[in-house]
């Protein structure tokens, strides 16, 4: 007796419809920012992002004011100063490390020199009634030093504040100490460091 074939051919060819859809939304293209890196010898302790915020609402409520960022680095201070409300027209970042300044160009005015020497050639021609900084931690008294050349009231009632993260060995008489940081605030250097006031 034969046997019945466990499998067979259909009568007609098995079909599945398939419908073309075209209503897809397009994809936006993925972009990733570029890292920031920044080379040793610059000696740029790039300041977390809640630090610079808190040494932004040190420095007092937005207005009028030109105001300094000696030190710009890779702008974290600029982008808390933007984020607060303060104008990026009445901002002048100094940054002498080429590569770091082009990047700076966005967020306002830049330039690309040395503080000290630009801050010797500018004393007595302009006041700064708002300055923040993270100077270099080596130099620390002569950035701060040149900076407070550069505070003044320009015109203003109210008094001229500059705000700096600094070493904790770092001392001025007319400095308040406002905040003293965690040991591990920067991965790249292992120095305790300290937020100061200084009105003028």
């Not at 830049?110 to 100077?135: D, T």
């Not at 130099?139 to 320009?154: D, P, Q």
């Amino acid at each position: 007796m034969k046997r019945p074939a466990i499998y067979s051919r259909p009568a007609k060819p098995m079909s599945i419809p398939v419908r073309r859809r075209d209503d897809f939304a397009k994809l936006e293209p993925l972009t990733v920012a570029a890292p920031v890196t920044v080379d040793k010898f610059t000696e740029c302790h790039v300041t977390p992002g809640d630090v610079a915020a808190r040494m932004v609402h040190y420095l007092g409520p937005q207005g009028d004011y030109l105001t300094l960022e000696p030190s710009a680095g890779t702008g974290q201070l600029t982008r808390a100063l933007l984020a607060a409300g303060h104008s990026q027209h009445e901002l002048t970042q100094v940054e002498r490390h080429n590569r770091l300044a082009a990047g700076l160009h966005q967020l306002g005015p830049v330039v690309n020199r040395c503080f000290l020497e630009w801050a010797a050639e500018v004393r007595g021609k302009v006041e700064y009634p708002r300055i923040i900084m993270n100077p270099p931690f080596s130099e620390v008294r002569k950035h701060v030093a040149a900076a407070l050349w550069l505070l003044g009231r320009s015109g203003h009632d109210e008094p001229a504040v500059l705000v700096a993260l600094v070493p904790v060995t770092y001392q001025h008489q007319d400095a308040e100490t406002l905040e003293t940081l965690p040991p591990d605030t920067f991965a790249t250097a292992k120095v305790h460091t300290k937020i100061i006031r200084i009105t003028k």
